[in-house]
């Protein structure tokens, strides 16, 4: 859908400015620059500390961990004090290495190399530190970068993902179904109503925290393909940098008993393109389904009357006779020559075209 694509290239294009920036101010030992997507995360994270916690509000066997895929240069050690571990996830390895050079005293903010639109387990992945990095500066009071922590856990109590499944639908669905499994496994429970924590504690059940300016409709028929089912929404967010755009926080888990990754990928795949495909025909459809009733009942008419049945008339200065006399030329040549169509034609004309 173009559509799609024209998001995906607004998206790509406010990440690359954002990597220029912080090459062009960053570096040295004064300073690290940040980029937060969507929101900032002080709105995120009561929501996420909500639902990590029992229903009186006590926290369950201490600090919830929480991964944060494409986690960029994202402040994380603003979660610091009421997770541990908190995981970035990203593939822009300069951003990750300047940001585990800015957290070095910050043990349980961890980074790591890995693409998400890959399947694989966290702990299998490259994990960035001071010391991996290549530029790593030199802190001020002497001290020696810090060194890769304890293994790096494949479950979480959290994920937080603000915008990354937004770009990612700009892409080929097969990328977006594996980040989707990635975030399920993450996610997997032990046990129907919990999972361990790591200290043999079973806590409230892990929470995919989705940041989205996404229609909620496609969003709620993708996610259910893989076994996320809706705990909370807070709709109407207003956005970081200035943006007019608003978002929604979706909180979802996954259903009792579901292991979605145990389900063929291929088979998730097909239908993931369905609600995509079933979505954006709906979503740019230029007729109701009534006046396409009309239009199919339609034996002949010019082509001039078939532009103005069919193109909305706040349509017509951005795509006018001539566009679509070219677009017509290609789909159906034999309408063009005789410059007139039936109802059938014109409804296949929207198909194909729109």
Not at 85 to 108: F, H, K, Q, S
Not at 227 to 243: H, P, R, T
Request: proline residues 5%; charged residues 25%.
């Amino acid at each position: 859908s173009s559509r799609l694509n024209d998001f995906g290239w607004a998206v790509a294009a406010a990440y690359t400015m954002a990597a220029e920036q912080r090459q062009a101010q960053g570096g040295g030992d004064v300073e690290f620059n940040h980029f937060e997507w969507i929101i900032d995360n002080d709105v995120a994270l009561p929501v996420i500390a909500k639902w990590t916690k029992r229903g009186g509000g006590d926290s369950v066997g201490g600090a919830a961990s929480l991964a944060v895929p494409g986690a960029g240069s994202s402040r994380l050690e603003e979660f610091g004090d009421q997770f541990s571990p908190v995981v970035g996830i990203d593939i822009d390895r300069p951003a990750l290495e300047e940001a585990a050079c800015r957290t070095r005293a910050r043990p349980e903010i961890r980074w790591v190399y890995w693409d998400l639109s890959l399947e694989g387990e966290l702990d299998e992945q490259e994990e960035i530190t001071p010391a991996s990095s290549s530029s790593a500066p030199v802190a001020a009071d002497g001290s020696v970068p810090a060194a890769p922590g304890p293994k790096l856990p494949r479950r979480f109590d959290a994920v937080l993902d603000k915008g990354t499944l937004d770009y990612l639908l700009c892409e080929e669905t097969s990328k977006c179904c594996c980040y989707l499994r990635n975030m399920a496994r993450m996610l997997c429970s032990q046990g129907s109503s919990g999972h361990d924590s790591g200290a043999g504690k079973s806590v409230a059940r892990p929470v995919y925290v989705l940041i989205s300016f996404r229609a909620r409709p496609l969003l709620m028929g993708i996610l259910a393909v893989f076994g996320f089912e809706l705990l909370e929404e807070i709709g109407d967010l207003e956005c970081a940098k200035n943006s007019s755009q608003k978002a929604t926080i979706y909180v979802f888990t996954l259903g009792e008993g579901r292991r979605p990754v145990d389900a063929e990928c291929s088979r998730q795949e097909e239908q993931m393109q369905a609600v995509l495909d079933q979505h954006f025909k709906e979503e740019s459809r230029f007729r109701s389904p009534e006046e396409e009733a009309r239009i199919a009942a339609i034996k002949r008419c010019s082509l001039r009357e078939a532009f103005e049945l069919l193109i909305p008339e706040d349509m017509r200065q951005e795509y006018d006779f001539e566009l679509f006399r070219e677009d017509l030329a290609a789909s159906n040549p034999q309408a063009l020559q005789t410059n007139a169509m039936s109802g059938k034609d014109m409804l296949a004309f929207l198909e194909q075209n729109q």
